[in-house]
């Protein structure tokens, strides 16, 4: 880990502090010690070099971590205390959603959505639409990330009338990619291709280059969960130099991730770690926790193609214990699934049985699909190789059905979308208004 894995939380510590100085500055009672006190507080934390793996692993100094949430949770009720002649309320807005930010790349996201939904209700005060849509886009990619895919799509719909409203076409791309990341998530893949299609034009309105790779990073997923891989890879590069020519260091790690795993299912495996490493050092740098979990778990795969289960099952309780921390259940049940192959490798069997069971439980609870099919898929093949053939024909069929299922619902959302373009043609309409046609009606 280098000095500058927490990088993130020393720039929001730095922020926060500016707008505590600025605000007192300006006030009568710009001597009042309480509040330069905790600005000079907070400030010295952000200078400091605060722990190296923040939550990434156990070894952490706890006491850094405590003493970042009292100084900023502090920093609020001082503010909440003098807010009438010193803080105005889109001060407040500005100073919270930093708050909010920091205490969601902590992880701790309860604290983080009631700060963000303080925010709203003074933005709702204001009638600030803007604000509006984007504190509800923030709100909602953490109840997606969290598996909650319902509660994300309603607010996510509401944020986008905002940002629709006061053509923030850039909030409105990134809601609109929030909503796509659902929809290939729920296996929906043709509804998340049209809705990436629909935020790149979104996007274009004011040359976004950011929310474009973005888009072009989820479209390389889409094709090669569908075995597209020359697609993908395409999608990938293009996403990779888009966004190393802004220097978005975390949309850039991500985008080696997904080159280096296009390398792994190819067999080129020194070209897949030295992207996989090329990752971790950017997500250790810039403190991009949730993405360096699931490179650890790309690089768990590589230690399993190769066979150094040790070093596969280090690298994935890495992965697992940024996952535990962030609450990510998509993450946890996935690493359930890699433990399971790990042990299964080892010749511990019932270890193994036990980790696969958990993933699949996982992946029920929060309907994923193709990874609960993929699962029973894997654990068929153990129970084939393990028990009998005969008490693993149960799950390949559990495993088929699921992949028939989604395929007929894609065959199904393929007509519609087919019917819809011909008729649009023959009107002169656009593609994308077939493709909210199809988001409406499938």
């Known amino acids: 880990m280098t000095k500058d894995s927490s990088k993130v939380i020393r720039v929001y510590l730095s922020e926060m502090s500016r707008i505590i100085k600025s605000t007192a500055s300006k006030s009568h009672i710009a001597e009042n010690r309480s509040l330069y006190s905790i600005a000079k507080a907070i400030n010295k934390l952000a200078n400091r070099d605060l722990p190296e793996q923040l939550i990434a692993v156990s070894e952490f100094e706890s006491d850094s971590l405590e003493k970042v949430a009292y100084y900023i949770?502090?920093?609020?009720?001082?503010?909440?205390?003098i807010r009438g002649p010193i803080l105005d309320d889109e001060q407040r807005v500005k100073f919270i959603s930093v708050l909010s930010e920091t205490h969601e790349t902590l992880g701790n996201y309860a604290a983080a959505i009631n700060h963000y939904s303080a925010a709203l209700e003074i933005a709702k005060t204001l009638e600030n639409h803007e604000m509006q849509g984007d504190i509800?886009?923030?709100?909602?990619?953490?109840?997606?990330?969290?598996?909650?895919?319902?509660?994300?799509?309603?607010?996510?719909?509401?944020?986008?009338?905002?940002?629709?409203?006061?053509?923030?076409?850039?909030?409105?791309?990134l809601a609109q990619i929030e909503s796509a990341k659902i929809s290939y998530r729920k296996g929906e893949y043709l509804i998340a291709q049209n809705l990436f299609r629909k935020a790149l034009q979104t996007s274009e309105l004011v040359s976004d280059v950011f929310s474009r790779a973005t888009i072009s990073n989820h479209l390389g997923i889409i094709q090669r969960m569908e075995g597209n891989y020359g697609a993908a890879f395409t999608h990938f590069q293009e996403a990779l130099i888009e966004f190393q020519s802004i220097k978005n260091y975390h949309g850039t790690a991500d985008s080696l991730n997904n080159l280096g795993f296009?390398?792994?299912?190819?067999?080129?495996?020194?070209?897949?770690?030295?992207?996989?490493?090329?990752a971790l050092q950017l997500c250790q740098e810039?403190?991009?926790?949730?993405?360096?979990?699931?490179?650890?778990?790309?690089?768990?795969?590589?230690?399993?193609?190769?066979?150094?289960?040790?070093?596969?099952a280090t690298t994935c309780g890495r992965a697992l214990e940024i996952l535990v921390r962030l609450k990510n259940p998509i993450g946890i049940a996935k690493t359930n699934k890699l433990f399971g192959r790990i042990y299964w490798k080892s010749k511990e069997?019932?270890?193994?049985?036990?980790?696969?069971?958990?993933?699949?439980?996982?992946?029920?609870?929060?309907?994923?699909?193709?990874?609960?099919?993929?699962?029973?898929?894997?654990?068929?093949?153990?129970?084939?190789?393990?028990?009998?053939?005969?008490?693993?024909?149960?799950?390949?069929?559990?495993?088929?059905?699921?992949?028939?299922?989604?395929?007929?619902?894609?065959?199904?959302?393929?007509?519609?979308v087919r019917f819809q373009l011909s008729k649009n043609e023959e009107k002169n309409e656009s593609r994308i208004e077939a493709a909210d046609f199809v988001h409406e009606k499938v």
């Open 136 to 173: 509800l886009y923030r709100i909602a990619r953490i109840y997606s990330q969290r598996g909650n895919w319902e509660k994300a799509q309603t607010l996510l719909r509401d944020a986008e009338v905002f940002l629709q409203m006061v053509g923030n076409h850039a909030g409105l791309a």
């Open 262 to 278: 296009m390398y792994l299912k190819e067999g080129e495996f020194r070209e897949a770690v030295s992207y996989f490493d090329k």
């Open 349 to 416: 069997t019932g270890t193994a049985a036990a980790f696969y069971e958990e993933s699949i439980k996982l992946y029920q609870e929060f309907c994923i699909p193709l990874g609960l099919a993929n699962c029973y898929k894997e654990y068929a093949e153990f129970i084939g190789e393990t028990q009998s053939e005969e008490s693993a024909a149960k799950y390949y069929k559990l495993a088929e059905e699921i992949f028939r299922r989604i395929n007929l619902e894609k065959n199904k959302q393929e007509k519609t």
């Open 73 to 81: 949770d502090l920093a609020l009720k001082t503010f909440e205390e």
């Open 286 to 312: 810039y403190g991009n926790f949730p993405l360096l979990a699931f490179v650890y778990m790309n690089k768990t795969e590589f230690y399993c193609d190769v066979g150094d289960y040790p070093m596969a």
